[in-house]
């Protein structure tokens, strides 16, 4: 179930007197863009960044952004007429730049901001993607995102023809066996049409937050993590209606009793007509939280 903005009860209500005049309000620039006719997809997740990194600056994003355009400007114009996207981006940001992935990142959480992935050039398959398609996308290239299950690449042209990339490997090129093989080793499945549908910018972000949420699920002393990536995916125009209730269990692991328990009760209120069982499970829960406060 899907639900379409945050709400008066989303996490905008919750964010009090908001910055000090003089600080930018990063989660409403990124509620702005999120809700733009065409979201620019590097400004959401450097704003994913300036809400996670308290040392980023408006000079911070800027310089990520001339960062991308430096590296499409390194391009060869010549690509326009060969359609060489992938070798070309291969050579340059695989090759010259050294983007690409290592098992230690998926332990990092500068590995799902961009602007630390542009510093250090090591980042998560779906970071790493963000950055390819951005600087193709500068450079002209008629580049996607493909989120594979478990593994994110980049493709070019017709999305029919497979002409793919991963530049987690730093742009090996993938064929339509190796994508197979990816979603077998990840799902166990075999690999369906429907995987190979272009993700849109919000898709994109929403996986981003995902990555960021599961990073911080095993580490209760980072809840705080937990809270705002799930607070900026409900800023997302769409987003799973749960993560409502997950918002309220984070609450009331960081002893946030009464906040946690009216959220439960709210989204105890959304499930009364799909989920009546799960709606009275869920109004327990929220009892249990106000007795922690006696």
Do not use: K
């Amino acid at each position: 179930m899907t639900e379409h903005g945050a709400g008066s009860d989303g996490p905008d209500a919750r964010a009090g007197d908001g910055p000090p005049e003089d600080e930018p309000d990063w989660r409403r620039e990124f509620a702005e863009e999120a809700r733009a006719e065409r979201p620019d997809l590097a400004r959401l997740c450097l704003l994913v960044g300036a809400v996670a990194d308290p040392t980023v600056t408006r000079h911070v994003i800027d310089e990520a952004e001339i960062e991308l355009d430096r590296l499409a400007g390194l391009i060869p114009y010549a690509t326009r007429a060969t359609g060489a996207w992938a070798a070309e981006l291969a050579a340059l940001l695989g090759h010259r730049e050294g983007f690409e992935g290592v098992p230690a990142d998926y332990q990092r959480l500068e590995s799902s901001l961009l602007h630390e992935v542009l510093r250090r050039r090591r980042g998560l398959p779906i970071l790493l993607s963000v950055v390819w398609m951005e600087v193709a996308r500068r450079a002209g290239a008629p580049v996607y995102g493909l989120g594979l299950p478990g593994h994110f690449v980049v493709g070019f042209g017709d999305p029919a023809d497979l002409n793919l990339a991963d530049p987690f490997s730093g742009g090996r090129p993938l064929t339509g066996p190796d994508a197979e093989l990816l979603v077998a080793s990840a799902t166990g499945e075999a690999l369906d049409r429907s995987m190979l549908r272009p993700a849109e910018p919000g898709a994109i972000v929403l996986r981003v937050l995902n990555n960021i949420r599961a990073w911080a699920a095993p580490r209760p002393e980072r809840s705080d993590v937990g809270l705002w990536a799930v607070e900026l995916a409900l800023l997302l125009p769409s987003h799973p209606a749960r993560l409502r209730y997950e918002r309220a269990e984070l609450l009331v692991q960081r002893g946030e009793f009464l906040s946690g328990a009216a959220e439960m009760e709210a989204y105890a209120r959304v499930m009364d007509a799909v989920d009546p069982e799960s709606a009275t499970t869920i109004r327990r829960r929220a009892l249990a939280a106000r007795a922690r406060l006696n």
